[in-house]
């Protein structure tokens, strides 16, 4: 079975805006935004439908002091 290691906290994400070099911040799957229920959906559903390729979990980031959004793929590892 595999498991995003941001959802699961296995590691922190740490990375720059590329708009004004601020540290980003992770929010949440992507998922989780598509309507108020999506958040209750096994990850195996909503990873089918999602468009990305296997074992990839999409996350949304924002940076705290310009407000650039982005979503970034990180790749899932076995549990």
Known sequence: MY???ICNGLYDYVKNC????AQMQILDRVENYYDSY?????YE????NDGDPPNICRHITVCTKC???T???ITNVLK
Do not use: A, M, Q
């Open 71 to 73: 979503t970034i793929g």
């Open 3 to 5: 498991i995003c290691p």
């Open 18 to 21: 590329p708009s004004c070099g």
């Open 45 to 48: 559903l909503t990873d089918i």
């Open 67 to 69: 407000g650039y959004r």
């Open 38 to 42: 999506s958040g209750e959906l096994p």
